[in-house]
């Protein structure tokens, strides 16, 4: 076994047009500016792909990037993300998963993968240390990702396999790595049009070892009680995983029910991680390594099977008005078999019923029943019948037959799990997110609903707070360790567990100036420093985040993106829920227009080249 | 019985008037101010031929205010010297009075048709452009923001421009 | 809600319908009109349209002053001195304009000229520079689209000097306009698309634009709630004399709305893709206006949504919740292009216009200068302009 201190910086790039392999040497100065994980894979992608090409076509490029703390035992450090032009919303997608392929291809000696051009027949790819084997995959073809995973992984590695949903080109089909997913933005149907049906990787060949091990050791210490002294690490999500959210959801009335039309139910608590567990008897089921222990499994309708997440729940469950676990759980499991997102799914399935209620299209779903949704996910995985439309998600599906009012989607990704009417910091973020209508660009709800600190409907410092928690996000994302630590590692610093919670949200929503220079975010940076030994001020680090969302940005609007694509469903805008007597609706104009001037774009959202420059990013001639 | 019927001097309204030539007098200097400071109203001149010549006025003829492009600069020509190229024409002393104290915007006053426009319209698109960014410096952002669709962005730099033109543009025609 | 203050003047008489035509005889001595001229173009006169027009006149003891039948598609000065010198010799005292556009902006011209007593038509160019009534002019539309005929603006070329001149007054209005369904009955599919279209644009920009007033309003309505059950109708059956009237009396309810209430983006976008990129006027409306309204729409969500009742139909307007109906208004315009395009390839975007991609530049800088652009609710820049072709490129 050889060691590797700090980053290994070599990229596997592989061709499979012409079963050509490349190594590429990550340079110093694209690993300071771009750190590694998402925010490599995007520097990466952006030198190699010209704006306007098809994303299912050879020119699309994929790339796997497992962080600079993988495999050095950093908590919940397990993540990797994969970075590529997303059929769904033809821009750029990043996505993150914890399942094992990523500590595998580290452990192989690769910082990243990447796959271009189109194999003649199916295939699966066997990374090692030495480089890549081509392999049939023909018997493979058809399978779904449990089966698959099982034929063809061997003890010990770990792999990524798409499901029927990804070989049919699902524009939202999804990728495995074990139970976990690269979720969003159809990555299964930018595999499943290279023809590759899996990748495998067999690590273990290399040790990652950090450049500064004693700082590491004491950072990990840290880390590690702050995410246990937590309340929503170490207690909520611990205990209940993310479906713990459904409670605090439906105290905020953010719980999307019925495609969003209202934020609370009454049933609302059945499905509550809280119930989930006394019922179903769940258990710890992980990314590995991992502190926080979110994810579970558990008995449902007699058979153990992986617990739906928080979004699954909302977007299978409320959002169509089922309130069944033991159902759920099953369609979450069709999903997660067939290789569907299941938040996508849910979302276009919540629209095809307020479609068929209002007559605009005929459909046997109807909201509250669970009838005829097995057959519809099965439907849109294999591309029979209605399911070859649905398969385009709820963007394309209202524009051909109306109803955008409430397709719940932005730039063709469809909402997380929560009603932006009230939160509406969550609004901004929705409309502005890089992939769409994304919850993890940055996550004010956390603010606002759950721990309480921003007011949910005031308008003053939600841009300030978008901004800061995107560039924040993108900075975990390349580290890459999970989102979650946010709340342990920002929560317990010292000067936010001991300032009382009223002053700290009076200073946090009247100063954010003053408030988010305050807050603490160091112990990502010294992890990272400890790791690759690079030494970073604060501001560099928080720089690269910032530099990370605008080159991403920037693709988009090489794409077409502008203000015009900066917004949110009519249903958002312009009507008032029933559970809220005050009818609020995201104000989002005055929002957008602050969050321009704070990022450096123009009045069009379009970053300005006085921006461009300043962070550093190399314009290409095109 | 025969009526009297005589003819009827309607009188003047001095104070109207005098706000009105005032407002003339300040838009004409910081015009001419702006002109040589503001990047995007020297984009936006540059079309313009030399000895371009613009005047505002309220019918039937006074009080009035014309401006000439010479050598690339707006410069104020008083309120005196007959014709222009192109000419804004307010219906009534009344209408100008709301516009110059910023009680209606120049987009309102033209879709209420209380302003007329003789000339070349792509001109006069133009020279409403300038005037946009012209008063983006004079009035603050709150007034700004109920005058005009969408008020010009304004950094900081801009604000030396803006001193410029309070201190020296309009005081001293400078 | 009612403006704080606005205008609205038309003084046109309108007659539609049956037959209308043969009226002409009895309107015109009302005018006291002995000798008309006829202005026309070579269209019309191929479609046997004049003869029509002449048949009218029939036992009604008026003499024709003259058929002008030469009227080029983009009107300029020399055919306007021509037809001036045609009037004088003939010692005419009135004016018919049958046709589109072309003619009926040519026939304003001319009466300029000939009521002016000028022989430079330049001196009258601009915003209230005639300073009398002019002679009597009827307008006999041959086309259902640019409402010419109750509109008092005319665009005439100026090609030594490439400007195109425009002329408005109060008194450039016709004195009546003869709809009958008989003169249109003869277009093709893609012109009365096109043309449809243009009042389409006209009626939603009166009801969406800054200059709008309850008058207007209430034409603008009128001719929407005719354009959306009718104008399908007679793109697939051009013969359908009913449909066809509609559309006139829709193109002309949307001409006497727009000329008091202002067109916006959409038209200053068309005028620019017209001007740089040889689109024509209709087909450009027809482009432009969904995109624009998305671009609108956080200015017009309001009047986009009381669209939907005379566009969609009393139904549809009751099962679109409110706050959904400014997009489904929308939504149904995208529909309506589709069917157009299904029935006689109606291009939907500026590609399927041939307009080539680096043109966009050029009428984004073309569109801002346009006056229309005043009326947009909205403040519109190069950028946006351009951002806006872009996006309606494909």
Redesign the interface.
């Known amino acids: 076994m050889q060691d590797i201190v700090g980053t290994g910086n070599r990229v596997l790039d592989i061709d499979l047009s012409t079963k050509k392999v490349k190594i590429y040497q990550v340079k110093p100065r694209e690993r300071r500016l771009y750190l590694g994980g998402k925010g490599l894979g995007l520097k990466l992608l952006y030198d190699r792909m010209h704006p306007g090409l098809d994303p299912l076509g050879e020119d699309n490029i994929i790339a796997f990037m497992p962080g600079v703390l993988m495999g050095t035992g950093a908590p919940c450090s397990g993540k990797f993300a994969a970075v590529t032009k997303s059929p769904l919303t033809r821009l750029m997608a990043s996505s993150s998963c914890g399942g094992p392929f990523g500590m595998n291809l580290k452990t192989a000696g690769w910082d990243g993968l990447m796959i271009r051009g189109r194999a003649g027949e199916p295939t699966y790819l066997l990374v090692t240390s030495e480089g890549v084997e081509f392999k049939d995959a023909s018997g493979l073809w058809g399978k779904d990702t449990l089966s698959s995973q099982k034929e063809i992984i061997g003890e010990g590695n770990g792999g990524l396999v798409i499901g029927p949903a990804g070989e049919n080109l699902v524009h939202f089909a999804n990728i495995a790595s074990g139970d976990r997913f690269l979720g969003r933005g159809g990555m299964g149907a930018v595999l499943g049009s290279k023809n590759i049906k899996a990748v495998v990787a067999k690590g273990g060949d290399y040790k990652i070892k950090p450049a500064d091990q004693a700082a590491f050791e004491k950072l990990k210490r840290k880390a590690n009680a702050y995410i246990n002294n937590n309340r929503i690490t170490g207690n909520l999500y611990r205990k209940f995983g993310t479906p713990a959210n459904v409670a605090l959801c439906l105290d905020g009335e953010v719980l999307p029910v019925m495609n969003f039309r209202d934020g609370v139910h009454p049933l609302g608590l059945q499905i509550s991680g809280e119930e989930t567990q006394k019922h179903r008897n769940t258990r710890h089921h992980t990314c590995r390594p991992c502190s926080i222990l979110c994810g579970k499994k558990g008995f449902f309708g007699g058979e153990e099977i992986p617990a739906p997440e928080y979004e699954t729940v909302a977007l299978l469950g409320s959002n169509l008005g089922v309130f069944d676990i033991d159902r759920i759980a099953k369609w979450n499991r069709i999903c997660g078999m067939s290789g569907l997102d299941t938040i996508s799914a849910g979302g276009t399935l919540a629209w095809v019923m307020e479609a068929g209620e209002r007559g605009l299209l005929q459909s046997p779903l109807t909201f509250g029943s669970p009838d005829g949704v097995s057959e519809a996910l099965t439907d849109i995985a294999l591309m029979r019948g209605f399911g070859r439309e649905m398969a385009l998600g709820s963007k394309a599906l209202s524009e051909k037959y109306g109803g955008a009012a409430f397709a719940m989607q932005v730039k063709g990704l469809e909402l997380a799990g929560y009603d932006p009417r009230g939160s509406f910091g969550q609004g901004l973020a929705f409309a502005v997110a890089n992939r769409g209508g994304c919850h993890l660009s940055a996550f004010l709800v956390g603010q606002e609903v759950f721990l309480g600190l921003l007011r949910p409907y005031a308008i003053r410092a939600k841009a300030d707070y978008v901004k800061f928690f995107e560039s924040l996000n993108n900075c975990v994302n390349s580290l890459q360790t999970c989102l979650f630590t946010l709340f342990a590692y920002l929560m317990e610093s010292p000067l936010t567990k001991y300032t009382p919670n009223s002053i700290l949200s009076l200073l946090m929503q009247e100063l954010p100036q003053v408030a988010i220079p305050l807050i603490d975010y160091s112990i990502y940076r010294d992890l990272w420093s400890a790791v690759t030994g690079i030494n970073m001020s604060l501001r560099e680090y928080l720089e690269a985040g910032d530099r990370i969302t605008v080159i991403e940005r920037y693709m988009n609007t090489r794409e077409g993106i502008w203000r015009l694509h900066d917004t949110l469903p009519d249903r958002l805008l312009r009507e008032g829920r029933r559970s809220d007597p005050a009818s609020r609706t995201v104000p989002l104009e005055k929002l957008r227009a602050v969050y321009y001037k704070k990022r450096g774009y123009d009045h069009n959202g379009i970053p300005t080249p006085r921006t461009i420059k300043k962070l550093g990013i190399d314009i290409h001639e095109q | 019985m025969e009526t009297s019927c005589l003819l009827v001097k309607p009188g003047r309204k001095r104070f109207k008037s005098l706000v009105v030539k005032t407002v003339f007098l300040i838009l004409g200097r910081s015009f001419h101010a702006a002109s040589k400071l503001d990047l995007d109203i020297k984009k936006e001149i540059e079309t313009w031929d030399e000895g371009f010549k613009f005047m505002m006025k309220v019918f039937p003829e006074s009080p009035s205010m014309i401006v000439e492009k010479r050598k690339g600069i707006l410069v104020y020509r008083g309120s005196k010297g007959g014709s222009a190229d192109l000419t804004i024409i307010f219906k009534s002393i009344e209408s100008a009075f709301l516009v110059f104290t910023a009680q209606c915007g120049t987009?309102?006053a033209?879709?209420?048709?209380?302003v007329?426009?003789?000339?070349d319209?792509?001109k006069?698109?133009?020279l409403?452009?300038c005037l946009n960014i012209l008063q983006r410096y004079l009035f603050p952002l709150f007034i700004n923001r109920f005058i005009?669709?969408?008020p010009p962005?304004m950094p900081w730099y801009k604000q030396f421009i803006r001193a410029y033109i309070y201190l020296l543009g309009v005081p001293f025609g400078l | 809600m009612l403006p704080s203050y606005y205008e609205f003047y038309n003084p046109v008489k309108i007659i539609s319908g049956e037959k209308a035509l043969d009226n002409l005889p009895y309107e015109l001595n009302r005018l006291q009109v002995t000798r008309p001229l006829i202005i026309t173009d070579k269209g019309v006169t191929d479609a046997g349209l004049v003869k029509t027009v002449i048949r009218a006149f029939a036992e009604s003891g008026i003499i024709l002053g003259g058929v002008y039948d030469d009227v080029p598609s983009d009107s300029s000065v020399t055919v306007v001195n021509d037809i001036a010198g045609v009037f004088r010799r003939n010692e005419c005292d009135g004016l018919i304009a049958v046709g589109g556009g072309s003619p009926i902006d040519t026939a304003k011209a001319v009466n300029i000229l000939v009521s002016e007593e000028g022989d430079n038509l330049f001196q009258f160019a601009g915003h209230d520079v005639l300073r009398r009534p002019l002679k009597p002019l009827v307008v006999i539309p041959t086309t259902a689209g640019t409402g010419s005929e109750v509109t008092y603006v005319a665009v005439i070329a100026d090609p030594s000097r490439k400007v195109k001149m425009s002329f408005t007054s109060a008194y450039l209005y016709p004195r009546l306009a003869v709809l009958d369904p008989r003169m249109t009955l003869s277009i093709p599919p893609g012109i009365t698309a096109a043309t449809g279209m243009d009042a389409l644009s006209h009626a939603m920009e009166a009801v969406t634009c800054l200059q709008k007033n309850p008058i207007s309003d209430a034409l603008a309505m009128a001719s929407i709630d005719l354009i959306g059950k009718n104008l399908l109708k007679v793109v697939a059956h051009g013969r359908d004399e009913e449909a066809r009237l509609a559309m006139s009396n829709a193109a002309c309810l949307a001409g006497a709305a727009f000329s008091n209430s202002m067109v916006g983006l959409v038209h200053s976008l068309g005028h620019a893709a017209g001007g740089v990129a040889g689109v024509p006027h209709g087909v450009a409306m027809s482009i432009f206006l969904p995109y624009v309204f998305d671009y609108n729409m956080e200015k017009t969500a309001p009047d986009l949504a009381r669209l939907l009742l005379p566009f969609g139909g009393p139904e549809e307007y009751a099962n679109t919740p409110p706050a959904h109906r400014a997009r489904r208004t929308i939504e149904l315009i995208r529909a309506l292009r589709q069917s157009l395009y299904d029935l006689c390839q109606l291009p939907r975007t500026l590609k399927e216009a041939e307009v080539s991609r680096d043109k966009l530049e050029a009428i984004a800088r073309t569109a801002i200068n346009d006056g229309s652009l005043t009326f947009n609710p909205v403040e519109v820049t190069y950028d946006d302009a351009l951002l806006l072709l872009r996006e309606a490129y494909d």
Request: proline share 0%; aromatic share 4%; hydrophobic share 40%.
């Open positions: 987009c309102r033209f879709a209420e048709s209380r007329i426009v003789s000339g319209i792509s006069a698109m133009s409403v452009r005009l669709k969408r962005s």
